[in-house]
């Protein structure tokens, strides 16, 4: 079924490009603007070229951010695709009990960020959190504030506790749209449970599943507040992620030039990773359907 | 009852496990949050709630967020559904660009636009408005609502535009007496993440606003007094900031559990 091709339908398109327009271009414009230059007060600006750039990738400090957020980034994806699809299959489909799990599902979402650091700040110490008491109970030395790995744990843990749901509810709702046809059809046929997953429910949840994905790589590529709340990026510079790193640039020691071409690398780096994985799950879906 | 079936109810009993101790400490005195361990407050005490009912800080932090919040909400759902029209009905030049360039603008890392937002906001006077914290917001929930609505619209048969034209329908009525009431659940589940993501942000949130149009979770961070962690009434603003959004979902969780078939992708 072909679309037909019509360009007056940029005009219904007009008003969402005016206003990400100004939102999005004209901000970028004025980082560019910043990266190329050396800001020495407010009417002295020097081009410096791609001086900021060179300084910003011959950093070791950015390095490391990136290793650990290029790490946490797929570990996040590795934990919380296949728990929310499983969540999501496992989550009663009628009546009250469907309506009470979502409202409880979707919970954790509806926190603002900075309370969500907050309320692991404390469930996650040893001395007065539910969790750090339970987790040394258990034997392990756990300390969230001294151990690097123990932070890069909660952190992640946090993360998973935090976003599951999103997963769970993007798949949930595609899963509610699969005709009951469908698996009348399986059930004829004798089909397993695992081969309905793998031949009607998991092919028609690859809509929903791209837009998880793409949404928790970005979100958790560019993850602040809660890592700030929790640690403050620290102990060390554990859990210092590329956003902690960038604003610690250009707000604490407020080097605009190197923050600005940092903040340029880092978007494309997002940009470059979401367009593999956008690409990669969008052309899977043509292969099957020719 | 199979194993499987317990999962669901497990999960989300220990997904409640943080926000429980959330509400825990919210009826506990700062003594008790920072002295033993105790798994239910000894001493429930509303006090913690009372400051926070008293100060009009944190009220007028309140209808602020929600201000701004209305209005994101409002004017993204308003802005993409013609534009995940065109998306889901024609081909039209560049297309599938917009469409993946739409969503690039969701992964510009907050952090990046704070100082430009500030300028921009500043120089046209609409800093510290409820305006500058949703135009900003919209940058990262309108491309969403289009990708969104776009997938609902998908699953809508094109048959029913032509037959409404057939009919002699005008775009504008057919789009609001046909179209739109057979894509309300996607409308439900649109508002809800634009509400969603713009309830929770606060680095642009704060940055663009100084006095007037604090948001709710800005006004937390100053419970940070001169005596330490004023715990407890953190706990309680925390509270707080979830009854807003479960009531949300409460209205929509029949527009999610109705489910979109993503025609797209």
């Known amino acids: 079924m072909d679309k037909p091709t019509n360009n007056r339908a940029w005009l219904l398109v007009l008003p969402v490009l005016a206003v990400v327009a100004f939102s999005a271009v004209i901000p970028l414009m004025t980082v560019v603007n910043y990266s190329v230059q050396d800001i020495l007060g407010p009417e002295q600006h020097i081009f410096v070229g791609t001086e900021w750039f060179r300084k910003v990738l011959r950093d070791p400090e950015l390095h490391g951010a990136l290793r650990r957020q290029l790490g946490f980034s797929l570990a996040v994806l590795a934990i919380e695709i296949p728990l929310g699809i499983g969540l999501a299959l496992a989550l009663p489909m009628k009546g009250r009990s469907a309506s009470v799990s979502l409202v409880v599902l979707a919970l954790p979402l509806l926190i603002p960020w900075n309370v969500v650091g907050t309320i692991w700040q404390i469930f996650a110490r040893g001395d007065i959190g539910l969790l750090g008491l339970v987790i040394n109970a258990l034997g392990w030395k756990y300390n969230y504030t001294a151990d690097a790995l123990d932070a890069w744990l909660t952190v992640l843990a946090m993360d998973v506790w935090h976003w599951t749901p999103l997963v769970a509810l993007l798949c949930y709702s595609g899963l509610r749209a699969i005709p009951e046809a469908f698996y009348q059809a399986a059930r004829i046929d004798g089909a397993s449970a695992w081969a309905t997953f793998r031949y009607i429910q998991l092919p028609r949840l690859k809509g929903v599943l791209t837009i998880a994905v793409l949404l928790r790589f970005m979100d958790s590529f560019m993850i602040y507040t809660e890592p700030f709340v929790l640690t403050g990026g620290g102990p060390g510079n554990s859990t210092t992620f590329l956003s902690q790193y960038l604003t610690r640039l250009a707000v604490g020691q407020f080097d605009l030039g190197p923050a600005a071409a940092f903040s340029l690398v880092y978007f494309l780096v997002v940009l470059l990773f979401s367009y593999i994985f956008y690409t990669a799950m969008t052309q899977q879906g043509q292969e099957k359907a020719s | ?265």
Request: glycine share 6%; with cysteine; charged share 10%.
């Open chain 2, 1 to 265: 009852m199979r194993p499987s079936r317990l999962i669901a109810p497990l999960y989300l009993l220990l997904s409640l496990v943080p926000i429980y101790w959330l509400v825990s400490m919210s009826l506990k005195t700062n003594e008790e949050i920072l002295g033993p361990f105790s798994l239910f407050p000894r001493l429930p005490t509303l006090a913690n709630y009372l400051v926070i009912f008293t100060e009009p800080d944190w009220r007028q932090g309140y209808i602020n967020s929600l201000t701004y919040v209305g209005i994101n909400t409002v004017l993204s759902v308003v802005l993409a559904l013609p534009a995940a029209y065109a998306f889901s009905r024609y081909r039209f030049l560049g297309d599938t660009h917009l469409f993946f360039w739409l969503l690039t603008n969701r992964m510009a890392p907050p952090a990046v636009f704070l100082l430009p937002f500030f300028q921009l906001y500043s120089s046209i006077g609409l800093f510290d408005t409820p305006w500058a914290v949703a135009l900003a917001h919209m940058l990262f929930t309108v491309p969403l609502a289009v990708w969104i609505l776009e997938g609902f619209m998908s699953g809508v048969p094109r048959e029913i535009d032509e037959t409404a034209y057939i009919d002699g329908y005008s775009f504008p009525r057919f789009f609001l007496r046909i179209f739109l009431p057979l894509i309300r659940s996607g409308v439900g589940v649109t508002a809800f993440f634009c509400f969603m993501f713009s309830w929770v942000e606060l680095l642009l949130a704060r940055t663009l606003t100084s006095v007037e149009t604090k948001p709710i979770a800005a006004t937390m961070t100053r419970t940070v007094s001169a005596a330490g962690m004023d715990w407890g009434v953190l706990a309680a603003a925390g509270v707080l900031t979830l009854i807003p959004g479960a009531v949300v979902i409460y209205f929509v969780r029949n527009y999610i559990a109705k489910g979109f078939a993503l025609g797209r992708v």
